[in-house]
Each structure stands twice: as structure tokens, then as C-alpha cells.
């Protein structure tokens, strides 16, 4: 079955004690990101990856890091996390292919991580 | 400004309305354009994708408007499984796929 996998799907934790959520795809897709989502305010990139060791900052990268080793993974790092870190996360991988009148993107969301900073 | 918005709602429907929901978005550049549905605070799928030309998926009819920078989504013959948020998304290939998301329009469908 093709899908995205994160864990922990629910972390509490307290500031400054790093923590790492693991991301995991088996659809071979090349482009993957990191969003996290606050009340009002929508999904938010914080990194993305378009292939192995290629990495770039998304909107809200400032606290997070992020490696690609490999193309089914790409873990979040938060190294020193604090209270404000406290969110909801998805971790995503997409295909895209073209259509007449555009592109068609499918982006594949795995199933969140909830995360407490206490 | 907000790169992409949405009226939060939430639609209040009964059963077999036909609700729209809007969209509108900052950057002209942009190029590609999505409807995405997400249950409460699972993660979002894709619903469609929008093209000028605009598309239809069953009761589901979305338009996109270039000029206007705007998008819109219809509902026809609402049902109680369609009560979810809805979220307008616009993609950026200049930026490697990237995806904006608007913070979503609520709708509530009821018998």
C-alpha cells in the first residue's frame, strides 16, 4: 500500500529536550516537505527536499532542521525545542506529472504528528 | 495579505444544498491549483486539481479564473460525509512543487 508514515503520532515533551520525528514514504517519490499546522493559520512549509541530500528552507524553518540521506526518508529534527513548537505535523511526498491544461500534483500527507512542548 | 485565502465559515448546510466556496490568491506567477479535504485534523488529501478549463469529479465542480486570481469549488447534492474543512491550495514549480495553503473553509452538512 503506498503510503507516508510518521512517528510518534503524539509526543509530549519538555523545552530543550531534542526530539526527532521520523518520515518515511515507499511511493519513490523524489519531493518531500515538512508542513505544520496552527489554528487559523493554515499548513506552513518548514523544509523540503527535492531529492536526496538536497534540502532548502520552507516558510517557517527557523528551530527545525532536517536531513535526506535516503529517498524514503526524511526525518525533522527540533534540537532545543520550545513551547511555540507545540503544533500539529505532516510530513508529505509528492509526484507530479503534466496535464493539458497544467500540472497534476498529488501530494501524499502521512498521518501527523501531534506534539506538546511543555 | 495572505498568499492564499479562504472565508473560514463554517457553511451551515442542510443535506442536498449546493454550496461554493471561494478562493483567492496573491501570486500571479503561480501555476498550479488544488483542492484539498482534511477530516477533522487528519491529514489532508487531494479532492481535485483546478484547471482553466476547469474540471468536474461527480458532484464536485471546480473553475479557476487567471485573470481574477481566483478559485472556486461547488458542491451540488451535499451530503453529511462532505462535512469537513476544505483547502485551497496553489503551487509555485519555479520553487520545487511548492505548495501554499490556504487555512481552510468549514463546511457542516446536516439531515
Known amino acids: 500500500e503506498a503510503q507516508v508514515t510518521q512517528n510518534p503520532r503524539y509526543l509530549i515533551t519538555v523545552t530543550g529536550k531534542k526530539l526527532t520525528v521520523t518520515c518515511s514514504q515507499n511511493m519513490n517519490h523524489e519531493y518531500m516537505s515538512w508542513y505544520r499546522q496552527d489554528p487559523g493559520l493554515g499548513l506552513r512549509q518548514i523544509y523540503y527536499?527535492?531529492?536526496?541530500?538536497?534540502?532548502d528552507k520552507g516558510d517557517v524553518p527557523e528551530g527545525y532542521k532536517v536531513s535526506r540521506k535516503e529517498k524514503r526518508n526524511f526525518p525533522l529534527i527540533l534540537e532545543s525545542p520550545s513551547p511555540n513548537q507545540t503544533s500539529l505535523y505532516f510530513c508529505?511526498?509528492?509526484?507530479?506529472?503534466?496535464?493539458?491544461?497544467?500540472?497534476?500534483?498529488?501530494?501524499?500527507f502521512g498521518p501527523g504528528t501531534r506534539l506538546l512542548v511543555l | 495579505r495572505k498568499e492564499v485565502e479562504q472565508d473560514p465559515g463554517p457553511f451551515n448546510v442542510p443535506e442536498g444544498a449546493t454550496v461554493a466556496f471561494n478562493c483567492t490568491y496573491s501570486n500571479s506567477a503561480s501555476q498550479s491549483f488544488f483542492w484539498y479535504r482534511q477530516d477533522c485534523r487528519k491529514e489532508p488529501k487531494l479532492l481535485m486539481s483546478?484547471?482553466?478549463s476547469g474540471n468536474e469529479d461527480g458532484r464536485f465542480t471546480a473553475q479557476l479564473n487567471r485573470a481574477s486570481q481566483y478559485i472556486s469549488l461547488l458542491i451540488r447534492d451535499s451530503k453529511l460525509s462532505d462535512s469537513a474543512t476544505y483547502l485551497c491550495?496553489?503551487?509555485?514549480?519555479?520553487?520545487?512543487?511548492?505548495?501554499?495553503f490556504g487555512a481552510g473553509t468549514i463546511l457542516r452538512v446536516k439531515s
Open positions: 508529505a511526498s509528492s509526484s507530479t506529472s503534466n496535464h493539458q491544461d497544467g500540472y497534476q500534483e498529488t501530494q501524499y
Open positions: 527536499s527535492m531529492n536526496v541530500e538536497v534540502t
Open positions: 483546478v484547471y482553466s
Open positions: 491550495v496553489v503551487g509555485d514549480m519555479e520553487y520545487g512543487n511548492k505548495l501554499v
